[in-house]
């Protein structure tokens, strides 16, 4: 007695295509190395790029210095002409805030005049020489 409808079906068994557990076992293996492979790239890259950022923030941060460098020996020179009475002067980029979430980097600078007479008289002229000279529209110049 045949059943209806199985006739037709025929069924072809292949043989050694089937992977044997040591096989998926290695697979397995080989796919976590590769993982941690990618994983440890992925975490170098990443490194690489935040270093790129440091990188390109010291080089930035270098050529504002050796600008400033620049700038205050040439400038320096200048205002020893122009105001014999100053004694001394430095410069500094100042952290400043206005404790409303505001901090400026203010360029500050320090002299010391060898008369306070002198001083009164010449420092609004000093001040304006440094923020033409500098191309500055803000500074502080401060006494001491």
């Known amino acids: 007695m045949q059943q209806k409808g199985l006739d037709a079906v025929k069924i072809n068994l292949i043989q050694g295509t089937a992977m044997n557990l040591d ?19 992925q975490e170098s890259e990443a490194t690489q790029v935040e270093q790129n950022k440091a990188l390109v923030d010291l080089k930035g941060r270098v050529v504002t210095l050796q600008q ?18 100053v004694n001394e002067m430095r410069f500094a980029r100042m952290q400043k805030t ?3 979430d505001t901090i400026l980097q203010m360029p500050t600078y320090f ?12 420092q609004p002229k000093l001040y304006d020489f440094l923020k033409v000279r500098t191309k500055l529209d803000t500074l502080e110049l401060i006494n001491y």
């Not at 008369?115 to 010449?122: G, N, P, V």
């Open 23 to 41: 096989q998926v076992n290695r697979m397995q293996l080989q796919l976590s190395d590769i993982n941690r492979l990618v994983n440890k790239l």
């Open 68 to 85: 400033d460098s620049t700038l205050f020996n040439d400038l320096s020179k200048e205002v020893k002409i122009l105001f014999p009475n």
């Open 98 to 100: 206005d404790f409303q």
């Open 111 to 122: 002299v010391r005049w060898k008369s306070a007479r002198l001083q009164r008289t010449e």
